[in-house]
T-cell receptor
Framework: NAGVMQNPRHLVRRRGQEARLRCSPMKGHSHVYWYRQLPEEGLKFMVYLQKENIIDESGMPKERFSAEFPKEGPSILRIQQVVRGDSAAYFC????????????????FGAGTRLSVL | QQQVKQSPQSLIVQKGGISIINCAYENTAFDYFPWYQQFPGKGPALLIAIRPDVSEKKEGRFTISFNKSAKQFSLHIMDSQPGDSATYFCAAVFQTSGSRLTFGEGTQLTVNP
């Protein structure tokens, strides 16, 4: 059973370009979370999605950032017109949803995508 | 409030010693407290977790102690090894509502041989 898969592992963009980060959750998981880790800092929540629905996007910057989790395919975090301050590691986590109360929100993380903006 | 405060920021321990990392939370509605271990260039990996109705949980060399009245919990690593050198994050979450993890700031642990 493969873990949470993120790609690409490393992404280099010039200022003003678009960055698209992909996340495939663990098999059987229907909940996806995106977190951002700035250099030498902790992890900050960005957005929580279930299939075809955004549940909580309160941690997402209001402009340039968007996320989706379509019925088929991976979850996508999209950053338009990137700036140097967007350089960070972006982690995706997934959880199983309704498999009993105890297991519902155990979040498993991918290896991350490290975005560098030149 | 949703904050989780973690200390110390960095910790150096000799091989075989005990590493202790502390966290405090504010929101009493949190009902699940996981610890994550992160090696450089890797994603956080779930290490051990506890619910607030339990005062202690032990898995191998790792123990969580939980003080509900003080709203504090701590990670103890017994017989610390150089391979334990990593960054450790405590977190809190509303287990039953499928919400975000609120992380502490992280502790960079170095275990010297």
């Amino acid at each position: 059973n493969a873990g949470v898969m993120q790609n690409p592992r490393h992404l280099v963009r010039r200022r003003g370009q678009e960055a698209r980060l992909r996340c495939s959750p663990m098999k059987g998981h229907s909940h996806v979370y995106w977190y951002r880790q700035l250099p030498e800092e902790g992890l900050k929540f960005m957005v929580y999605l279930q299939k075809e629905n955004i549940i909580d996007e309160s941690g997402m910057p209001k402009e340039r950032f968007s996320a989706e989790f379509p019925k088929e395919g991976p979850s996508i975090l999209r950053i338009q017109q990137v700036v140097r301050g967007d350089s960070a590691a972006y982690f995706c986590a997934s959880s199983p949803g309704k498999i009993g109360l105890i297991a519902k929100n155990i979040q498993y993380f991918g290896a991350g995508t490290r975005l560098s903006v030149l | 409030q949703q904050q989780v405060k973690q200390s110390p920021q960095s910790l150096i321990v000799q091989k075989g010693g005990i590493s202790i990392i502390n966290c405090a939370y504010e929101n009493t509605a949190f009902d699940y407290f996981p610890w994550y271990q992160q090696f450089p260039g890797k994603g956080p990996a779930l290490l051990i977790a506890i619910r607030p109705d339990v005062s202690e949980k032990k898995e191998g060399r790792f123990t969580i102690s939980f003080n509900k009245s003080a709203k504090q919990f701590s990670l103890h690593i017994m017989d610390s090894q150089p391979g334990d050198s990593a960054t450790y994050f405590c977190a809190a979450v509303f287990q039953t509502s499928g919400s975000r993890l609120t992380f502490g700031e992280g502790t960079q642990l170095t275990v010297n041989p």
